[in-house]
């Protein structure tokens, strides 16, 4: 039986929005939703002496964070950490901006994360927003709404075998990919969108990626889920129908949103 297309068009203006472009250092878009998202490149800070990031530090993060910084010792987790941070202070102020028309400096938001429980590692803001956050390789993309959003971004690359074989089950996921729908779905996609779902409820992988089933997929980027068993027992709001769900492949990314 195919889904029925929910009656939106929320999802529709994210298409021509979006770009992923490493050579640019920051980039910031909004969408309906009301949605802000930014995208800072982990690529251009690579590129960037020690000086360079640690005038961007400055500028940017507050005395705890620039400490907070200063323990990574992995230069790797020390650009994914900066960029991130970047990336969320970025989409709340322009989100103030633009929607409650407030002017804030990036240093005067104060990022932190849920610290235990299932939602561990959610992070949080000091200002009445949600915030979802996701980095891959090059690029760390945040945003910023006024309910929780769930995002996720994945390089476009081929999967391996055991991860390939989950996001192919079951069968009708398989189908032909000429036939449209899921089957048409490159697979980190498929694996975005599972992961961004998860997210938006703060669970990230401590629940099952198994427990968001994936039925349907339209041409405008829209998709359809269904939770589980298991995640309807954390959150018993889970019903795909309710949900704004949104998935493309945007510049050799899997990038995938859900929010209400």
């Given at each position: 039986?195919?889904?029925?297309?929910?009656?939106?068009?929320?999802?529709?203006?994210?298409?021509?929005?979006?770009?992923?472009?490493?050579?640019?250092?920051?980039?910031?878009?909004?969408?309906?939703?009301?949605?802000?998202?930014?995208?800072?490149?982990?690529?251009?800070?690579?590129?960037?002496?020690?000086?360079?990031?640690?005038?961007?530090?400055?500028?940017?993060?507050?005395?705890?964070?620039?400490?907070?910084?200063?323990?990574?010792?992995?230069?790797?987790?020390?650009?994914?950490?900066?960029?991130?941070?970047?990336?969320?202070?970025?989409?709340?102020?322009?989100?103030?901006?633009?929607?409650?028309?407030?002017?804030?400096?990036?240093?005067?938001?104060?990022?932190?994360?849920?610290?235990?429980?299932?939602?561990?590692?959610?992070?949080?803001?000091?200002?009445?927003?949600?915030?979802?956050?996701?980095h891959s390789v090059?690029?760390?993309?945040?945003?910023?709404?006024?309910?929780?959003?769930?995002?996720?971004?994945?390089?476009?690359?081929?999967?391996?075998?055991?991860?390939?074989?989950?996001?192919?089950?079951?069968?009708?996921?398989?189908?032909?990919?000429?036939?449209?729908?899921?089957?048409?779905?490159?697979?980190?996609?498929?694996?975005?969108?599972?992961?961004?779902?998860?997210?938006?409820?703060?669970?990230?992988?401590?629940?099952?990626?198994?427990?968001?089933?994936?039925?349907?997929?339209?041409?405008?980027?829209?998709?359809?889920?269904?939770?589980?068993?298991?995640?309807?027992?954390?959150?018993?709001?889970?019903?795909?129908?309710?949900?704004?769900?949104?998935?493309?492949?945007?510049d050799g990314y899997?990038?995938?949103?859900?929010?209400?």
């Amino acid at each position: 039986m195919t889904t029925a297309p929910p009656d939106r068009a929320a999802a529709r203006s994210l298409d021509d929005s979006m770009a992923l472009d490493p050579a640019r250092p920051l980039y910031v878009t909004h969408a309906r939703g009301p949605l802000t998202l930014a995208v800072v490149s982990i690529a251009w800070l690579r590129a960037r002496d020690e000086t360079d990031r640690a005038t961007i530090g400055a500028r940017h993060l507050s005395d705890d964070e620039l400490q907070q910084a200063a323990q990574l010792r992995l230069v790797k987790r020390r650009l994914e950490w900066l960029a991130g941070r970047l990336a969320i202070k970025h989409s709340v102020c322009a989100y103030q901006r633009r929607h409650a028309g407030t002017s804030v400096h990036p240093r005067d938001i104060t990022v932190g994360v849920v610290l235990d429980g299932l939602r561990a590692g959610k992070p949080v803001v000091d200002a009445r927003v949600e915030v979802g956050l996701s980095h891959s390789v090059d690029f760390a993309v945040a945003v910023c709404g006024p309910r929780a959003v769930g995002i996720d971004v994945e390089r476009s690359r081929q999967v391996p075998p055991p991860l390939a074989e989950l996001l192919t089950h079951p069968p009708e996921i398989a189908a032909d990919p000429r036939l449209g729908g899921v089957g048409a779905m490159p697979l980190p996609l498929r694996w975005a969108c599972k992961e961004a779902v998860l997210k938006h409820f703060g669970f990230g992988l401590r629940v099952d990626s198994r427990e968001v089933r994936l039925t349907q997929w339209w041409p405008d980027g829209r998709f359809a889920w269904r939770a589980g068993p298991e995640l309807r027992r954390h959150a018993p709001e889970a019903d795909g129908s309710r949900f704004d769900s949104w998935a493309r492949e945007v510049d050799g990314y899997a990038l995938a949103l859900v929010w209400q």
